[in-house]
């Protein structure tokens, strides 16, 4: 886009200056497997993680204001207002998994909340929790406790950035049960307007910032199925690749199969064909 300024580059997302006020969030085909960028692509990707994100910034904007302000016609660029973003990541989590069951087999803790004894890997916790994260600029983002987050954000901000995450994971994780979808965890990222208001930004709840898994197999006590990096992890992990960059060239079955359960999460979540969001992007605002 070269009548815009670039501004930064993500693993997924290019940044772009409109104004002073405006950014344009350009969501590439890109795909990232263990902190790596892979040279091959998934078709339309982009467009599924940029769609999703306007439908649900549409149906959760009662809760907290967001960041979008348009999708344009390619359907991977979203017009966004400039933000302070938080220096946390503000990860919930309705199921004992990934991370979180590893520290819970250790400790019996995940990010200082003490949990039940005796859970199951991928069990529904009694309550959702928020279990905040530093932001990484590489590798993985690093836990850390409610104290420790607030004492990066303040006390009387964080209680506020807590409260808006629970409750946007609850709305969010009922409505995806009642399509089939269950919402294991997510991340949001929040921030701050130039009145000081608090903001949703980045993406929401796309098979990049949560674990999606398939309501009809869904059993506790082992992995599950899931609607997202599944086919290109195990593919990675049985090519011998030591998980550093360059990272391995994925053959088309599995570039197929990841498209395919991007595309069916975006479909089952918003209840619109694919096809519909390509020819006219504005179908996800409602």
Not at 20 to 35: G, M, N, Q, Y
């Amino acid at each position: 886009m070269p009548e815009l300024q670039h501004v930064a580059s993500g693993k997924i997302r290019e940044i772009y200056s409109i104004d002073e006020e405006k950014l344009l969030l350009v969501a590439s085909d890109r795909i990232s497997t263990f902190d790596v960028v892979l040279p091959t692509e998934i078709p339309d990707k982009g467009r599924v993680l940029t769609g999703l994100s306007g439908y649900w910034f549409t149906l959760l904007g009662p809760i907290v204001p967001n960041h979008m302000l348009a999708i344009r016609e390619d359907g991977r660029s979203m017009e966004c207002r400039r933000l302070e973003m938080l220096p946390i990541e503000c990860v919930v989590r309705g199921y004992i998994t990934g991370s979180g069951w590893k520290d819970y087999k250790t400790t019996g803790k995940v990010c200082g909340h003490r949990l039940p004894e005796g859970l199951q890997e991928s069990q529904q916790l009694p309550e959702p929790i928020f279990t905040p994260a530093t932001k990484a600029t590489s590798g993985h983002d690093e836990n850390i406790t409610r104290d420790q987050a607030a004492e990066l954000v303040g006390h009387d901000l964080f209680r506020r950035v807590e409260e808006v995450s629970l409750l946007l994971y609850r709305t969010a994780a009922e409505h995806a049960l009642a399509a089939g979808i269950i919402i294991a965890d997510t991340k949001f990222e929040l921030g701050l307007d130039s009145a000081g208001n608090l903001v949703l930004g980045d993406e929401a709840l796309t098979p990049d910032s949560s674990r999606f898994w398939p309501g009809d197999t869904y059993e506790p006590g082992r992995g599950q199925d899931s609607f997202d990096k599944q086919y290109v992890r195990d593919y990675c992990e049985t090519t011998g690749w030591d998980k550093t960059d360059p990272g391995p060239e994925l053959p088309d079955d599995v570039v197929h199969a990841t498209r395919a359960k991007y595309v069916e999460a975006f479909e089952r979540l918003t209840t619109i064909p694919f096809p519909a969001y390509l020819e006219d992007p504005s179908v996800v605002l409602g």
